[in-house]
Structure formats: C-alpha cells, structure tokens
C-alpha cells in the first residue's frame, strides 16, 4: 500500500501517520499538509524519512496532487485535510467552502486524471447529520438524512456528495468515514478539550457556551486511528462507516471530570465562567456504527481511561514548539511561483516555521474579472506578482523583447498584468509585494560611477531597451498609485546559489565577451527571505532589494577562475562595442542605494561578501 494523506500533520492525522510507522513501517506514506496553525510542526511529521515523505502544500493544487500520485506510485488516498473548527466557520464561512469543499473538489479532480487509486478514503463528521434534538431519539445510522446546521457542517456534507458523485460518475473507488468528537494527546487548543486544559494549566477560569448542557460523544484518538485502518484494510468501496463512542456526556460534565483530573477537590461553579453561546449549536450527536463493528471494530478506550492520559500528555507538551504558532492567518495568492524566481521564494515562504499557506495563482493577471473572482474564492491575505516578460523561445535574455511585434507582449506581461493584480489588490484591501527591476537607472552626471546611488524615491533615467522602458513605466504607477498597499520590489542581475540559465554567474561564465562595469545586483540567498519578512510585516513602498556596494563582472569571474576553474578564460569589451556589436538593447548600468533595506535588516551582507561566500560553496557551469 502506497499511501498519500492529506492533513497528516493534523490532530487524528498526525495519529494515523504516526501509527502507520510503527506498526507498518513497510508501508509508503506521503503527507501532504498545509501547515495551517492548528498543525503540529514536530519533526517526525515534517521530515522526510525512508518510507516517510512530508509535502508542505494545498490540497487546492491539482497540478501538486496529480504529480504526486504519479512521483509516488500512489495507490491508497486517506484525506484529514479539513477547517473543522464550528465557532470559526460562523465568523469565515468562505474559507471553510474552500477548503473543505474547493479542496476536496481538486483532490477527487487529480485522483480522476491520475486513475489509479484503488481505495480513496474520505473523513467526514456526525455534524453532517444536524442534531438529535432530544435525549430519546433515535441514533443516527450511514442511511439517515443529512440535515447540517452549520456552516462547518454544511461544508463537509458537501464534500460527502462530490465524492458520492465521483463514486457513480467515474467509479472513484471512494469510502467515507464520520466520525464522533475525537479528542486525545496532540489536539490543538480550539477544541474544547485542550481549551479546558490549558484553561486549567493556566488557574483561568473555564469558558462554558450557553448551559453547557449540550451532548457530546468523545472517542479516544487511537480508538479513531483503529477505525480508519479498519476501514482502509477491509471496507466495501461506496460504503459509509460511522465511528460512533459509547461515552456520550454534555459538556459541562466534561469540565467537572477535567477539573477532578487536575484540580481534585475543588467545585465546579467556581471555575465556570459563563459565555454567550455560539449562533446555533446542536444539542446533540448521538450515531451508531454497526457496519463497522461488522468489520471487527471496538472501542477500546473508556472516557475515563483517555482523559486519564490526555491530560498527562498537555502537562508536558510545549505548545510554543509543537504546534506552528502563527498567531495571525497568512495565506499568499502567488502569481509566477513556478518560475526560477518565484519557486525559491515559494519554497521559503512554506517553510514550517513560517505559518503560510501558498497558493498558485490560477488566473491571468491580464484578465481582471478572473483575479477578481479568484481572490474572492480563495480570500488571501496577500498577494504576489513574479509575472514579468524577459526572455522567450530562442533568446534567454531582454533581447527577446527588442524584436518586432514583441511590444504588446511586453506591454501585457511587463505593465498591464502587475497593474491589474495591484488595483485588485488595492481594492480589496491587501498587502501585495510586486517583483520589480532596478534596471530602470543609468549613471548620470548626479549620479555618477562611484558617486551616490539612486534612491527609491528616483525617477527612472534609463530608456535604452524596451523591458526596461516598460518595467520603469510600472515602477512609476506603483510608487504612484499603489504605495499604501504594495511593496514594489526592485532587485538587478540576480544571484543564486542554485545553478541555472537565470543565474547570472551561470550567465557571464558562459560568455566569451564582457563588459566589466560596477553595478548592483541581487543575492536571492540573501534578499528572499527578507521579503518574506517584509510580506510578514506588511512593509510597503519601494524598496531598493541588492545587497550594499557594487560589483563588476571582471570580479566574479576572477573568483570563479581561482575557487573552481582555473582554465576559464573572456574577453573584455567596452559598453559601446557590446551595445553595438553584442545585444540588440542597452544594458542598464547603476548603483542602487541600499539605507532602506539596511535598516530593516542590519546584518544584510556587502554584495562582495556574499558573492564570494557563494563561489565557495556551490558550483556552476556555463549555461547558454
């Protein structure tokens, strides 16, 4: 079994997961998780391993999925992946739609395509049945009518019936789970269990909605976890399974058995705290689940026993380091992040420790009506533009651009496609950063070869090739027009460690002829994640993004010729014979004033600095 699980850094993923490697360590598992602050970051979870990997991605990302499963040789889908908070989904309904409904949608979309799967198993929850309103009803059973009551709960009924759909229409080999409360060791502190325990780790009184007198049915984690293996091995494909828990008490029950565990001996009334009830809450949820007991299932856990060991686990745990803590929600709607640029600053901006979601913009920017509407269903908090026109088929530089009839490509790609995403941006109220060029600047009689550099408030003063003409047009409008809410980016002759045709040391070790000028540049080591930091701290206008100083070509290559090749050889032109004889644009040549960057980050390296450390430790080739 080749397993892929989404959510498996979530609460009964993360148990599933975990159970998976221990009792069945042959077994090939692909945790594809977003990280959303109620995951936990431990690095069991988020570090690859033999049989162990860890994917930090969106299950909205069909194009991720499919190439997953197809990496993978994926046969056995397990989807956690969920927003299952109910107070939340009453104050962002829309981000429970896209997620559990969006993204439900683009995983049974990429098992579709793929066409492999022999076993998609989807969990669900009993609040798809709405409520059994009185303490005689009768139990729910995988036949009763689903009648949802919550926005959370309307999400996941919803997501039952795209799956049901693709059982019928494609023969999606598909199974759903619903489950009672789970609660256990690793649940994260908006459920009512761990908000109780650190309530009372904390001597804070509990926060009880409404009378507290609401049934609730708690299953033990690794009772849950037990199901779904049961489940995965032996269900009937199409079939429904509920897990149901014998231990049905209302919540304010719950708070007095907590308090017994932790503070024994005292009353229940003086550390109740009475606060106003969530806008509709179910009295009850009470189901059964013989279908899974037929296939050998068993609750093994008592209420008593879990709470036991529940909350021994949370007197321990650090919640700083076990859970990603990102207090405020951040979710980056990312234009170009598949390109040599936009993939490495992708890659930082899904690091655990960060807290973002990415997701990859499906639109075009030059279509404002379809990034309105994308927005609007994937609700981000920021916006980013790498898009941009440099190169094309048969030319790896701005050449491309300097060709007859490429004039409106540059104009759409370089000004019209940034614009739109700000004004988008603009009236929706967020943060946008914008990857602009410094490559709009020549040295002039202000400004001249070892004198001061160009400031972020300098108007563009270079105009000898059309993307630069074009990039210094959209510079203006976003200092102009979009400074309360953009970070207009400006970086020059970017540096990597990563080898590769937009590399510029990849570019100039490969030419025979250069013209050594002093100029500013960019070392994306060091400047990508302290634009991360910038989006983090919401930091606008413009911004000079090179590192201090200057360096010519002549340098690098020098450091190149001694740290790695001590054959390689160039020639050295002057401007006007490489303007004239070499390219069919001018080159922009300049300094780049760095104070603005340098107070944000003081520990920024000296572009000397940086470029050397980068020939000492990764190596290059010529690439054409």
Not at 282 to 289: A, G, N, Q, V
Request: charged residues 25%; hydrophobic residues 35%.
């Amino acid at each position: 079994m080749r397993l892929f699980v989404t959510g498996g850094c979530g609460f009964i993923g993360s148990a599933f997961c975990r159970r998976i490697q221990k009792q069945h360590p042959y077994l090939t598992i692909v945790n594809m998780d977003a990280l959303y602050p109620c995951a936990t970051v431990a690095p069991d979870l988020t570090t690859s391993s033999e049989n162990y990997t860890f994917i930090h991605g969106t299950i909205c990302d069909t194009e991720l999925i499919l190439k997953t499963f197809q990496t993978y040789e994926i046969d056995t889908v397990v989807h956690f992946a969920a927003q299952s908070h109910v107070d939340t989904s009453f104050t962002n309904p829309m981000m429970y739609t896209q997620d559990n409904i969006v993204g439900t949608h683009s995983l049974l979309e990429a098992a579709r395509t793929y066409g492999k799967l022999k076993r998609f198993i989807h969990i669900s929850t009993d609040e798809v049945y709405g409520e059994n309103p009185h303490k005689d009803s009768v139990a729910f059973t995988e036949s009763s009518l689903l009648k949802p009551t919550n926005p959370y709960a309307a999400t996941k009924a919803s997501a039952e019936m795209l799956v049901h759909s693709y059982v019928h229409s494609y023969n999606l080999p598909a199974i759903v789970i619903r489950s009672n409360n789970v609660y256990g060791p690793g649940q994260f502190p908006e459920k009512v269990i761990p908000k109780f325990m650190f309530q009372l780790l904390a001597n804070k009184k509990l926060t009880l909605q409404g009378t507290g007198h609401q049934l609730r049915s708690f299953l033990y984690v690794e009772d849950a976890v037990d199901a779904v293996l049961c489940v995965a091995f032996q269900g009937e494909i199409g079939d429904i399974y509920n897990i149901s828990s014998k231990d049905e008490i209302s919540i304010r029950e719950l708070a007095k058995r907590l308090l017994h565990e932790v503070k024994p001996g005292e009353d229940l009334e003086d550390w109740i705290s009475y606060i106003e009830d969530r806008n509709f809450n179910d009295k009850r949820y009470w189901i059964e689940s013989e279908p899974l007991k037929r296939l050998g299932w068993k609750q093994q856990v008592s209420i008593e026993e879990g709470l036991t060991k529940t909350v021994e686990w949370f007197k321990t745990v650090d919640k700083e380091t076990y859970w990603v803590t990102v207090k405020e929600r951040r979710v980056a709607l990312v234009w170009g992040g598949k390109g040599w640029i936009g993939g490495q600053f992708t890659a930082i901006l899904e690091e655990p420790s960060r807290g973002w979601t990415v997701l990859q913009a499906e639109s075009r920017a030059d279509n404002k009506r379809a990034v309105e509407d994308e927005v609007k269903r994937k609700n981000p908090t920021h916006l980013v533009s790498f898009i941009g026109r440099t190169h094309g088929p048969g030319f790896t530089t701005i050449d491309y651009l300097e060709q007859t009839g490429k004039l409106v490509e540059n104009m759409n790609d370089n000004l019209y496609g940034p614009i739109v995403l700000a004004s988008v941006a603009k009236a929706n109220k967020l943060h946008m950063m914008y990857m602009g060029t410094g490559c709009i600047f020549e040295y002039d009689a202000a400004h001249p070869l070892g004198g001061k550099g160009f400031t972020e408030d300098d108007v563009p003063n270079f105009f000898g090739s059309s993307y630069s003409t074009v990039k210094g047009y959209t510079d203006r409008l976003m200092a102009s027009e979009y400074a309360d809410t953009c970070l207009n980016v400006r970086i020059r002759m970017p540096i990597s460690s990563q080898d590769g045709p937009r590399n510029f040391i990849s570019k100039i070790i490969a030419y025979p002829k250069i013209c050594s000028i002093p100029n500013s540049m960019t070392v994306l080591d060091d400047i990508l994640p302290m634009l991360a930091e910038c989006m983090e701290k919401n930091v606008k206008g413009t911004l000079n993004a090179t590192n201090p100083g200057v360096i010519d070509h002549r340098t690098i290559l020098t450091w190149y010729k001694e740290l790695q090749n001590p054959d390689h050889t160039w020639e050295e032109i002057t401007n006007d014979i490489l303007v004239t004889t070499q390219v069919k644009g001018a080159r922009s040549n300049n300094y780049l004033e760095t104070t603005r960057i340098q107070s944000l980050f003081p520990a920024i390296l000296p572009i000397g600095e940086s470029v050397r450390k980068i020939l000492e430790t990764n190596r290059f080739k010529a690439r054409t």
